[in-house]
């Protein structure tokens, strides 16, 4: 059974950093999409950075490049969200998702099938 398990989550002020770990189990973890999503009161659940585990493409969504770095250590089977930066509109819970299945969209298209319990990230000015 596939479990993710993030942490490093908190709160800092704006301009501040954290790193997001989600620690996978329960599967292969190679060639695999692994994403982070968030979601703000209110709103709907983004999209923030995608990896392929088998190749190590990376994707990001527009409102972090430049800020935010998704990164893998496949010997431990984690993921991480490297957020410098930060912005209040950051704040959010933060969601680390995996997929097996060949996507056509990093974010979009069909659900991603295995997710994290999430993570809050709050981020004041």
């Known amino acids: 059974q596939v479990q993710l398990v993030e942490s490093g989550g908190g709160s800092v002020q704006a301009g501040g950093s954290l790193r997001l770990s989600c620690a996978a189990a329960?599967?292969?973890?190679?060639?695999?999409?692994m994403a982070w999503f968030r979601q703000a009161p209110g709103k709907e659940r983004e999209g923030v950075a995608a990896?392929?585990?088998?190749?190590?493409?990376?994707y990001y969504a527009d409102s972090v490049k430049g800020r935010f770095t998704i990164s893998q250590d496949n010997s431990k089977k984690t993921l991480y969200l490297q957020m410098n930066n930060l912005k209040p509109e950051d704040t959010a819970m933060y969601y680390c998702?995996?997929?097996?299945?060949?996507?056509?969209?990093?974010?979009?298209?069909?659900?991603?099938?295995?997710w994290g319990q999430g993570i809050q990230v709050t981020v004041s000015s």
């Open positions: 329960g599967y292969t973890y190679s060639n695999y999409y």
């Open positions: 990896i392929y585990t088998g190749g190590g493409q990376t």
């Open positions: 998702a995996a997929d097996q299945r060949p996507r056509t969209m990093w974010f979009g298209g069909y659900e991603y099938p295995y």
